[in-house]
């Protein structure tokens, strides 16, 4: 019985342990900048020279994670580098799909988001933001992990983050 039970426990914590090591992780790997002429631009900052895909930007009513998405786009494929564009105008070559407003809307939440998706090397570059703090944003900040920076302290988040 004693056996049974000690097996199962190692089972049981070899299972979790797998599990969670499968699961990608999240890193302040994308911001929002503003630019002199006062326009939102994205930021994708990938580790080194790795891909990345499921590129998207999801603006919702209220909270990020909940209800449909009112705004944005996303965009299919498999990219490689660090990308700098108007936040609602991502490369043409990225073939993207526009959804509703293509502009900030108040009382939106936006999560800005890719992929890079290896085994034993997955991870989320994602960026959470309202419209109310973008337009806080001065020209030359950059909104990333939760709050306002300058844009070399986010290369250099981004960097410690890899």
Known sequence: M??????????????????????????????????????PYALIRPCGNDSYQ????????????????????????ERSGDADFPLFSPPDAWRARHRGAQHLVAGHSYR?????????????????????????????????DGRAMSLRAFERLAEDAC
């Open 2 to 39: 004693r056996r049974t039970r000690v097996a199962a426990l190692l089972g049981t914590v070899a299972g979790a342990l797998l599990l969670s090591g499968c699961a990608a992780v999240d890193l302040p790997l994308a911001g929002v900048r503003v630019g002199a002429d006062g326009a």
């Open 54 to 77: 499921g590129l998207s930007l999801d603006g919702r009513p209220g909270d990020v994670n909940e209800g449909p998405v009112t705004s944005g786009w996303d965009a299919e494929g």
């Open 112 to 144: 800005l988001a890719f992929g890079h998706y290896i085994t034993g090397d997955a991870y989320n570059g994602i960026a959470d933001f309202s419209a109310e703090a973008i337009a806080r944003l001065r020209p030359g900040q950059v909104w990333a």
